[in-house]
């Protein structure tokens, strides 16, 4: 079971910006498909976007122009650089990890993004 730690959640005024991180506990060989999901209070989760070992971007409308998926691959880690925050991006963010041979995938633990004046 592939395991993922997140950090970088936090309070910002609308406007500004914030970094989520998202280690995992292997390497992130070619068959993982990473990505962010977020949970506003009282809604679904939903894909924020999702990124391959090749570096694809896939983005919902709702963040393009502003979010960036970005990987490391030698480090294990996964990006989400959040511009131009609004409230309405206030969620918890997940992050993903699917094996495209088995469809096995797993969650991180959450982080609390709160974008409030």
């Known amino acids: 079971q592939v395991q993922l730690v997140e950090s970088g959640g936090g309070l910002v005024q609308p406007g500004g910006s914030l970094r989520l991180s998202c280690a995992a506990t292997v390497p992130l060989f070619s068959w993982y498909v990473m990505g962010w999901y977020r949970q506003a209070p009282g809604k679904e989760r939903e894909l924020v976007g999702t990124?391959?070992?090749?570096?694809?971007?896939y983005y919902t409308d709702a963040v393009k122009g502003r979010f960036t998926i970005s990987r490391d691959n030698t480090k294990s880690t996964l990006y989400l650089q959040m511009n131009t925050l609004k409230p309405e991006d206030t969620a918890i963010y997940y992050c993903n990890i699917e094996n495209v041979r088995d469809g096995r995938s797993s969650w991180g633990q959450g982080t609390q993004v709160t974008v409030s004046s």
């Open positions: 990124i391959t070992f090749g570096g694809q971007t």
